[in-house]
T-cell receptor
Framework: DAMVIQNPRYQVTQFGKPVTLSCSQT?????MYWYQQKSSQAPKLLFH???????NEADTPDNFQSRRPNTSFCFLDIRSPGLGDAAMYLC??????????FGSGTRLTVV | GQQLNQSPQSMFIQEGEDVSMNCTSS?????WLWYKQDPGEGPVLLIA?????ELTSNGRLTAQFGITRKDSFLNISASIPSDVGIYFC???????????????FGQGTILTVHP
């Protein structure tokens, strides 16, 4: 089945140690999004790619970066994770007339 | 910026009861989406609405896109224990036939179903 896959499901990283989360999709959607979701809160958009065009939200910290090497893959890089960055990170895609599809998320723990 | 007010924040119901939750906005949306999120999982789309006045069902779930395009509701009939989770509404500029648009999420409704 076509889907959005996030790896890993659970990630533990040390305070200040760079970490990368990955997302892949088989839907051939041209837009990919990264959301941060803290406990019992609504997802918060960090940035998105429209094809190769990167669009950052105004309030996304510089600590968060993203790469999209091709249509299928998108990465979230956290350069120096702090305790406040512990959250669920959700990848989503959208395509022509297809609406949004979310991955299962990566739960990040910072120790 | 756009904001969605989702209510109620939480619900505690008995199995078999019907459930209703809604979202309102001060802004117009072209799309209303309803998601369910289980603990530790990503949101799963329940119903997508693209047209004002649209009433759509998915099994025991029914959702409507308000005529004013500023509100939507979700009803769950005859609730069962597996309905437990967090339900989010989301509004977006995404129109049927397009591929792009940022979602604005409601705060979520936490549903607990007692057997």
């Amino acid at each position: 089945d076509a889907m959005v896959i996030q790896n890993p499901r659970y990630q533990v990283t040390q305070f200040g140690k760079p970490v990368t989360l990955s997302c892949s999709q088989t839907l051939n959607h041209n837009v990919m999004y990264w959301y941060q979701q803290k406990s019992s809160q609504a997802p918060k958009l960090l940035f998105h790619y429209y094809d190769k065009d990167f669009n950052n939200e105004a309030d996304t910290p510089d600590n968060f970066q993203s790469r999209r090497p091709n249509t299928s893959f998108c990465f979230l890089d956290i350069r120096s994770p702090g305790l406040g960055d512990a959250a669920m990170y959700l990848c989503a895609t959208s395509g022509q007339g297809k609406g949004y599809t979310f991955g299962s998320g990566t739960r990040l723990t910072v120790v | 910026g756009q904001q969605l007010n989702q209510s109620p924040q939480s619900m505690f119901i008995q199995e078999g009861e019907d459930v209703s939750m809604n979202c309102t906005s001060s802004s117009i949306f072209n799309t209303w989406l309803w998601y369910k999120q289980d603990p530790g999982e990503g949101p799963v789309l329940l119903i997508a609405l693209y047209k004002a006045g649209e009433l759509t069902s998915n099994g025991r779930l029914t959702a409507q896109f308000g005529i004013t395009r500023k509100d939507s509701f979700l009803n769950i009939s005859a609730s069962i224990p597996s309905d437990v989770g967090i339900y989010f509404c989301a509004g977006g500029p995404l129109a049927a036939g397009t591929s792009y648009g940022k979602l604005t999420f409601g705060q979520g409704t936490i549903l607990t179903v007692h057997p």
